[in-house]
Structure formats: structure tokens, C-alpha cells
């Protein structure tokens, strides 16, 4: 809806990601997804050796046999390295509010998956994780227009007909409403599975941010918590 939509992103540091253990991590992560029912599996896989400007070393795509993260480890075992990333992309199932209708229905969303060597692009798992993702729009965990949170209300005029009809939608506190609840089952979905990665892997720390949030991981708790 916004004319430029902005990302959120997930990224994972782990205590320690030696060489020997890259498959191990990347593997224990990929089992972690809550992957999307109607669209299950891993449906493109890439893997880097060097940094992002050198031609790949491998690409498949799955899309007609999409796998599972053991399969995608045993393509990727004598490839990756610890000056390698592999890529993958996948599906998950958020929440989508049609103001339009009054409905929401749970639509597969695109998530893309890093999983990065300590060598590899002159260790930008510093600043990226070890592991990392691509969540998607982060309108499906913020809402549009800071309608959501401890004091709703559009922050700025609509930039299109078809937002200034959605604001016009949300004025209906059943519209409202719904809409919350919906954006907080996609966050629900998002913490859960933060906790999975933390009981599954030896993480150091993990940081849930976004290009249009200064604190995304705040307005998050701030939209589930408001009443």
C-alpha cells in the first residue's frame, strides 16, 4: 500500500559457527522455520564463495521438488565453506486484513534465508549474523500508517486513493480491531519463532529490525501489548 514498502529482517549471532559446524547450524536453523502449509519446503538454493560479486558456485531451482533442510544439507556438503553463504528462499503463512471485506485470510509470504561462513565477504556476518532472513513487508507486523499501538492514528496523509480508502475502512473499530488482532498473530508468529532459534542453536544474541521502524523489536511488543 505505501508507494515504497519497507523490509523487516531477522538476524542470528551464535556463540561460535566453525567450519566444521556450518551445515550443523544452518541445518538446526532451516528446521526452525514455520514453513508455509500450502507451500512447504525450500523452493531456490544459491551458495557464494567469496563475496557477492563472484559468480555463484551453485544454483538449483526447487520449485517443481521444493526440500527439506536435510536435503538442502546434503546438496550443499561439499560445497560450502567457511568463506561461502548460502542463500535459500521459502514460504511462510502470514495473516492478510482486507479492510475492503471486513476479512483476513493467511496468505504463503516470501522469506529469503542467509546462512554466511565467517570468511566470507570480509566477515560481514558481523554485521549481518551468521544466520539471517528477509521476513517480508514489514507492514505485517507494524500495520500501515501507525495505525496500531498505544496511540493509533494515521502519521502522515494518505499518498493514494487506495490508502486513504483504507483509512477510511479503519474508522470502524470492528475494522480496527480485527485488523490488531491479525498483526499480532503474524508477531506471535515472529517471537515463537525467535524462541525456537534460541533453543535450537547457541546463540549469542538475535536482533529483529527493520528499515522503517528505529526500534522494530519495540513497536512490536508495543502493538501486542496495547489494549
Same mark, same amino acid.
Given at each position: ?21 556450518? &551445515? ?183 536482533? &529483529? ?10 513497536? &512490536? ?7
Amino acid at each position: 500500500m505505501p508507494c515504497m514498502a519497507n523490509n523487516a529482517y531477522l538476524s542470528v549471532w551464535c556463540k561460535d559457527f566453525p567450519e566444521e559446524r556450518i &551445515l550443523e547450524r544452518c541445518a538446526a536453523f532451516l528446521s526452525t522455520i514455520p514453513l508455509s502449509t500450502t507451500r512447504p519446503g525450500f523452493t531456490y538454493l544459491t551458495i557464494r564463495a567469496i563475496d557477492i560479486s563472484e559468480t555463484p558456485i551453485l544454483e538449483q531451482d526447487l520449485r517443481s521438488v521444493p526440500l527439506g533442510p536435510l536435503e538442502i544439507m546434503e546438496i550443499a556438503q561439499d560445497h560450502v565453506h567457511n568463506d561461502c553463504s548460502l542463500e535459500l528462499t521459502c514460504y511462510w503463512d502470514l495473516a492478510e486484513f482486507d479492510a475492503s471485506n471486513g476479512k483476513s485470510k493467511l496468505e504463503p509470504q516470501q522469506l529469503e534465508i542467509f546462512c554466511r561462513g565467517e570468511e566470507y565477504d570480509y566477515g560481514f556476518w558481523k554485521e549481518s549474523g551468521h544466520l539471517s532472513v528477509n521476513l517480508g513487508f514489514e507492514h505485517f507486523f507494524t500495520g500501515h500508517g501507525g495505525l496500531l499501538g498505544v496511540r493509533p492514528g494515521p502519521d502522515a496523509p494518505p499518498e493514494s486513493r487506495e490508502e486513504a480508502r483504507f483509512y477510511e475502512a479503519m474508522v470502524w473499530p470492528d475494522n480496527l480491531e480485527k485488523y490488531q488482532e491479525k498483526t499480532r498473530e503474524n508477531i506471535r508468529k515472529v517471537f515463537d519463532w525467535v524462541g525456537r532459534i534460541e533453543r535450537a542453536l547457541p546463540v549469542d544474541r538475535v536482533r &529483529l529490525w527493520s528499515e522503517g521502524e528505529e526500534d522494530f523489536e519495540a513497536r &512490536l511488543q508495543e502493538i501486542v501489548g496495547a489494549r
